[in-house]
């Protein structure tokens, strides 16, 4: 284990306060997304989660992450898969149906797992389903199942309150690339704005 989280602009948060933060890898960063977390063990959270369609973007591969440049066919698609999410959000409303809609929270992230604070105590051990919106070109909407490893607690400055650690379970080759292009890129950009 490092003796500190590897994280610009982020002081004070270290290893030690997770006793499992060996878990998210040296690979980590601290991203806004947005993310809806339902705990397998509840029926009632997982019915209620808006899943993503698989919606194939289209556009060179080196355009990916790339904000200088945004092929309009991948942008329009892009906001046509949205609106879709939109509509079936809508429609579970009208018919009444309970709905768990994702929420803007500051993450740290890694290809390995994540530590998040929504609102929420979870027990080591237990078994969630993340749905994750990453702030990318073209957007890159992920499921993830993680399983939680630990919590501890944190200052204002990051989460106010106890923060959860998932290890996330192995994932397919095509998410598990999504993931991994997003936190170089973040990186990468991380490093450049704390360059004087």
Known sequence: MSDR?????????????????????????LSPVSLSVANLDH?????????????????????????DRQPWLALFQAMDERMGRIEAVLEQ???G???SL?????????????????????SP????RLVMDLPSFPPAHLVLYARVRDLAGFGPELFDGMATLAEFDPMDMVTQETLIRYLVVRSRSEIRKSRP
Do not use: K
């Open 93 to 95: 409303i009208s018919r």
């Open 43 to 67: 029926d009632d959270e997982v019915s209620c989660q808006v899943l993503p369609s698989n919606t194939v973007v289209l556009a060179p591969s080196e355009w990916f992450m790339d904000n």
């Open 97 to 99: 149906e309970p709905v």
């Open 5 to 29: 989280f590897s994280l610009s602009g982020v002081s004070g948060i270290y290893d030690s306060d997770f006793p499992l933060a060996g878990v998210l890898g040296n690979l980590r960063v």
């Open 125 to 128: 051990g237990s078994r969630l």
């Open 102 to 122: 994702p929420h803007r929270l500051d993450v740290i992230l890694s290809d390995r797992g994540i530590v998040f604070f929504d609102g929420n105590a979870y």
